[in-house]
């Protein structure tokens, strides 16, 4: 009988395998096709993640998870993927639950790591300035996540294998926020999102669908301290986020 199980659970396994690898084929990268936006249309809950999609690299119980906490706990003591041998912690996310407003970042840093939150070194600091000086907003008012986890060592950037592992959390923590905007900061939190290979100074700016959401791809705060001057453009950015949350602007 075991060994009937056991052939049963490999094909069922390889049957997976064949789907996703199919999915990721057809797609490219990681994450959704890019469907401009024409005219923002009203946020719709996002679509059930199909069987064929679910990431070999899952909790068993993650998709039952009916709260943030319960998906920080089916993510345990990770161990899914190389990074978990250089990590100093686990960086979840923070922020309100039920946020308008969620930013998603590539990877956490030295900083990050040590104190288990994300974007509190000097990319961190930016990130608050333009949440709290530029939005008027509170940074505990937005939730704050990453694509994955844990630091990748020397802040290398992040690879397909580690990404895969992270992404099913990361989608299930947006689903159970359910934002009306979700700013995806840097080229791999768009890639993951989008699932585009088209470089983000092409994508930035733009309005993009995610599962009913509406996504605006912006340059990472990191990228900006090295580019001081491309704080123009992500301020233009921001800008229209803001609108679309009818919060106030300067006038133009």
Known sequence: MGDVTSQGDRATLAAIVRARVEYDRE??????PERPLAAAPAPEPMRPVAATEIDLFAAPGLHRAQSLEAVRAELGDCTRCKLAGHRTQIVFGVGNPKARLVFVGEAPGRDEDAQGEPFVGRAGQLLTEIITKGMKLKREDVYICNVIKCRPPENRNPEPDEVASCEPFLLRQLELIGP????????F?????LREKTPITKLRGRWYDYHGIRLMPTFHPAYLLRNPAE?????????????????PTPAR
């Open 180 to 187: 009306e905007v979700i700013v995806a900061l840097g080229k």
């Open 189 to 193: 939190a768009v890639q993951t999102l």
């Open 27 to 32: 797609l490219g990268v990681l994450g959704y």
């Open 231 to 247: 704080k123009r453009v992500v301020w233009e950015d921001i800008q229209k986020v803001m609108r679309v949350l009818g919060l």
